[in-house]
């Protein structure tokens, strides 16, 4: 069973960053497209940027300029680099992938277990 397991959320005030960390676990062929989207109390989730197995990225206009996204593909790993932190950041973080079980089956899509983001002073 794939598991995508989320680390790095936490408390920050204004200005300040934080990097997010998802690998996804267990036995598959292959991991294609990754992302981070995030929900804050009673709003939708919402995109906040994506990365595909070649690098190609797309972000929210929102944190344009302010997050990054990459991935490293041995390790099956995505992060969320998260600078100049805004009050309005504060979500529940969650990891999103596209995986491959199989060499000859279409991917599955996945959720993590979503990591809680604070900005606060």
């Known amino acids: 069973q794939v598991q995508l397991v989320e680390s790095g959320g936490g408390l920050v005030q204004p200005g300040g960053s934080l990097r997010l960390s998802c690998a996804a676990s267990?036995?598959?062929?292959?991991?294609?497209?990754m992302g981070w989207y995030r929900q804050a109390p009673g709003k939708q989730r919402e995109l906040v940027a994506t990365i595909t197995r070649g690098g190609s990225t797309n972000y929210a206009d929102s944190v344009k300029g302010r997050f990054t996204i990459s991935r490293d593909n041995a390790k099956n790993t995505v992060y969320l680099q998260m600078n100049s932190l805004k009050p309005e950041d504060t979500a529940l973080y969650y990891c999103?992938?596209?995986?491959?079980?199989?060499?000859?089956?279409?991917?599955?899509?996945?959720w993590g277990q979503g990591t809680q983001v604070t900005v606060s002073s």
């Open positions: 999103n992938a596209d995986v491959q079980a199989r060499w000859d089956s279409p991917p599955v899509n996945f």
């Open positions: 267990g036995s598959f062929f292959g991991v294609h497209a």
